[in-house]
């Protein structure tokens, strides 16, 4: 499955162990429009974008990698982005499996 936008945002919140009000709150969204972006039904502004990326304290950049749109999927050749690729996937891996133990 490709990491898009959405699902980046959802790993790095959660990875920051927030929750989605409370991401929405410091990034002055409402919550059922972060949970339509993080499901990848709506695309962000940049300025959503910036605010989330500030809120979640990563780089506005990272979300300019990951591309937009529901079918876009991380692609690049510089090994940075690569690594990081790979860590996301990671994320989701490990959290598909504490989801498993957990249900």
């Known amino acids: 499955m490709p990491v898009t936008v959405g699902r980046a945002i959802k790993i790095i ?7 989605l ?3 929405a709150s410091e990034a002055r969204i409402s ?3 972060l949970s339509l972006v ?3 039904k709506r695309t962000p502004s940049l300025d959503v974008i ?4 500030e809120a979640l304290n990563v780089p ?8 937009s749109g529901s079918n ?6 510089n090994d940075l982005t690569s690594r990081l690729i790979s860590m996301l996937n990671q994320m989701e891996v490990f ?6 133990a957990v249900g």
């Open 13 to 19: 919140r959660e990875a920051n162990n927030k929750s």
């Open 21 to 23: 009000g409370f991401l």
């Open 31 to 33: 919550t059922p429009y």
């Open 38 to 40: 993080e499901a990848d």
């Open 50 to 53: 910036k605010r989330l990326s």
């Open 60 to 67: 506005a950049d990272i979300f300019f990698l990951i591309g």
């Open 72 to 77: 876009s999927s991380l692609n690049s050749s």
């Open 95 to 100: 959290e598909k499996r504490i989801q498993d």
